[in-house]
Each structure stands twice: as structure tokens, then as C-alpha cells.
């Protein structure tokens, strides 16, 4: 065993990216998933990014919530994949397909049948409505509901009184929470 042997530069490897469909050689080694750190895996430099951004965000969570997650996008109750990333801002996290299956890389699973399935559009008014609480399209009602109880706090015309901008915020988080209510909500209340 060489195993003193250090490659000169960039390691050079035969592997294909471990992306499936992925044509790009796997130049980067990355662990075969999050439960098992153990084994690695080979990635092209694209995979190897958009992994490592995964990895970061489904920091701390448990494998039922990742997979929970998961579930939610391939049944289309989360029509688009680049959540935005909330630490940094506007950058998106999924930005193809392919990283849909990188992620699924992390968790040494395959992803599920109808997982490619082109999740459906939103109307314009739903949109708006997600956008002016600052989510993602199609998140589900708990989060919608998180998200306004946090805003809703923050511009309540009672904490900032004589604030117009504040009271406009807090009128359009309304609207748009009572909007998204109407589809999202539970439907045995009123
Ligand atoms: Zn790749």
C-alpha cells in the first residue's frame, strides 16, 4: 500500500461524477451521505458545490424532517426548488435536477418514483402572496402561518405606532396571509 503517496495536484480520478446521468468526471470526494460518513463518493465540482450547500442546510435536522422535505417536493406541494437560502439571502439552493439527485446522493437514497415530475405553476396571486411574506412558493400552511406570526409581530401597528410604512407592511401581510390561508389552511376551520 502506497498510501504515503500523495497525488501532485488535482487528484486525478477515473470515476464519473456519482451524480446519476452526471457525465462529468468525479473529481471530488464527498461522504456517501449523512448517515453514513464513513464511505465517500465521487463528485464533479458542480455536484460537489451544490452537496456541500445541502449539507449545510439540512444541518440539524432529523432524517424524518429531511426526508418529510423531500416528500413535500416530489408531490408538488413545493413547486419550486430554489428555497431560498436564508442565511445569505437570494442564493438559490436547487437550481436543477440534477442537484435534486445529488441531494438525494447525501442521503444514500434513490429518489422516489415521479420525483422528476415538473411541479405545477401557482397563480399570480398566490405568488405574490408568498413573495410579500418572504417564502418560498408553495410552502405548507405551518410555515406560511410561522412566517406571519413572525411578521405580523414585527410591524404590528401597536409596536410602531405612527409608522406609516410599518401599518402599509402590516396591511399587505395580512392580505396576503388571509390569500394564501384560503388555499393552504386547514379546512375544518373557519
Ligand atoms: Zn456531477
Not at 470515476?15 to 446519476?20: G, H, I, R, T
Not at 413535500?72 to 437550481?95: D, E, K
Request: hydrophobic share 30%; proline share 9%.
Amino acid at each position: 500500500m502506497r498510501t504515503k503517496q500523495k497525488p501532485k495536484e488535482k487528484p486525478i480520478t477515473t470515476e464519473p461524477c456519482a451524480v446519476p446521468g452526471c457525465p462529468e468526471p468525479g473529481e471530488f470526494k464527498a461522504p456517501k451521505s449523512r448517515y453514513n460518513t464513513n464511505e465517500y463518493q465521487y463528485l464533479c465540482l458542480e455536484h460537489v458545490r451544490e452537496f456541500n450547500q445541502a449539507w449545510d442546510y439540512f444541518d440539524g435536522w432529523s432524517r424524518k424532517e429531511i426526508e418529510d422535505f423531500m416528500d413535500g417536493a416530489a408531490h408538488g406541494h413545493r413547486p419550486t426548488w430554489s428555497l431560498s437560502n436564508r442565511v445569505s439571502g437570494s442564493q438559490p439552493l436547487f437550481t436543477s435536477e440534477k442537484l435534486r439527485d445529488s441531494f438525494y446522493h447525501m442521503l444514500g437514497e434513490k429518489p422516489p418514483k415521479g420525483f422528476h415530475k415538473k411541479a405545477p405553476t401557482l397563480p399570480a396571486k398566490q405568488l405574490e402572496a408568498f413573495a410579500i411574506l418572504d417564502l418560498e412558493p408553495g410552502m405548507d400552511f405551518p410555515a406560511i402561518k410561522a412566517q406571519y406570526k413572525k411578521l405580523v409581530k414585527k410591524h404590528h401597528p401597536d409596536v410602531n405606532k405612527g409608522n406609516k410604512e410599518s401599518e402599509e407592511t402590516f396591511k399587505r401581510i395580512t392580505a396576503a396571509y388571509t390569500i394564501l390561508t384560503k388555499t393552504y389552511g386547514p379546512h375544518d376551520e373557519k
